[in-house]
């Protein structure tokens, strides 16, 4: 079965609960292969668990998911994951390349240990990001770029044909951003399949092919021009127009047209 | 995570204490059993409160072992003509009896079976580490990715808290529950201090434990005093001492630091 004739990434129905109170009601989509999505809403929005219960992290109350027609379990090794910065400790006594070699844990086998052939894939991944010098530091030493970078070449390690990413762009530098982007974007050339939480809503009319906009519900998914407009992103926002107009203003300011459907 | 060790650690009493009102006898299978059972219990109850009530795990932790070990009290003192145990032993332990046990004896030396028994739970649990490394790497530095690559960290998880009951029920008559709380916790404490690195952090640790157990034995004999304490007053100093001459984060070395960068600054100023 090759990634091509089947969809990375379909969902039905998904429905997912905390504490009993729902945060994500019945989504649906169908993401075709070779595209970099994202997936925009406001906070509390449920962009993050919308990820984590597509991967089993968060167990949904109904609907279902499948990966290259798949159940999750069954195609775990196809799909590569950037967890928020902020959900590990950065304390913990291992160093970068310890880091980056947990991305090959899915392709080594059980009572194994990563060989040397695991350890190239891994420096090759870390030079991809600029962080090679840095594969013997402690994690605690890295500034917050540093450490996303070092998080996309785990992800990379993974050698996946799914990738999941929760907001890797949230408080990094801006040449950490461009670097990132840039990688996602040779990926999607290659093929692979991205979607990507994302907070900036004045970058994301470039970044993406493809945007899930998600507020609870799925408002809209498709391509980036058909979705990303006036109307649509208001309805997502709940009608906060300050913001919105704002952003308008960057963008005319920019010249990058923000369709105005009114 | 680290005061786990400590709920569960109380909280095997009510376990073993059942187990001895049943069967009434000290054999190690029924130990086993009833340690297991006790931590399970525990370490699902913590979870239980801390998500059916939003209660901070650590908050849900103090009312678990508190109350399973107030439960093994009561057993105990209500039961205590039926039940062989000895509170006192329980809580301190005693490492001198061990001798006193029957042992068995291999290439003609008498090994008390207290020994045997610890001596195959550091083999099994070594085993354990050696196999199960990576899968308790990632889940204890990122239980997201480790849930995503398929790692059963539910699996991993509760697996290693059995393999800690385990421990300390065998820790329970050489140094009791309370010292078993040091010992778990101040070896990686104080090897932390020391390297970055897990591996030689788990490396350091068995060679501090040993320490601790060499140097304690030694100071409760001339001190003429309990063992268990010993031991672990003698770990605490090895933790100070690591904490002012350790290499990295030493509190010497920051002391040199902060002198010269005064100095230096001081010879800026005058110049």
Redesign the interface.
Known sequence: MSPENSIPLEIHDLTVAY?KKPVLYGVDMEVPAGKLVGIIGPNGAGKSTLI?SI???VPPSSGWVKIFGETY?KN??R?G?V?QRE???WD????VM??VL?GR??H?GL????GRKDREIAMACLEKVHMAPYAKR?I?NLSGGQQQRVFLA?ALAQESDLY?LDEPFAGVDAATESAIIEILTELRDRGKTLLVVHHDLTTAKSYFDMLLLLNMRKVNFGPTEKVYTYDKLQKTYGGRLTILSEIAETRTKQSSDIPLEK | MALVGDAISHSLLPGIAIVFLISNSRSTGLMVTGALGAGLVTVWLIEFIHKKT?VKPDAALGVTFTTLFSIGVILISVFADKVDLDLECVLYGEIGFIYFEDGKSIFGLEVPRPVIRMAGTLLFVTLLLV?????M??T???S??A?????PTGWVYYGLMMVLSLVIVFSFESVGAIMVIAMLIMPSVTA?LL????PH?LVMTVSFSSFYALSGLHLASWLNCSPAGAMVVSGFALFCMVWALSPRRGLILLGIKKYRHKKAEQFAREL
């Open positions: 504490h984590k991967m089993g992290l379990r775990a090794k799909v994951y967890p959900s590990v400790d913990f006594p291992v160093n310890d880091v947990m844990f899915g080594i009572f194994k240990r990563p402690q605690s785990r999941f | 939003r196999l199960f490394y990576k899968e790497l990632v204890s530095f990122d997201g990715l849930t995503s690559l398929g790692i932390a390297s970055d690195r897990l952090i």
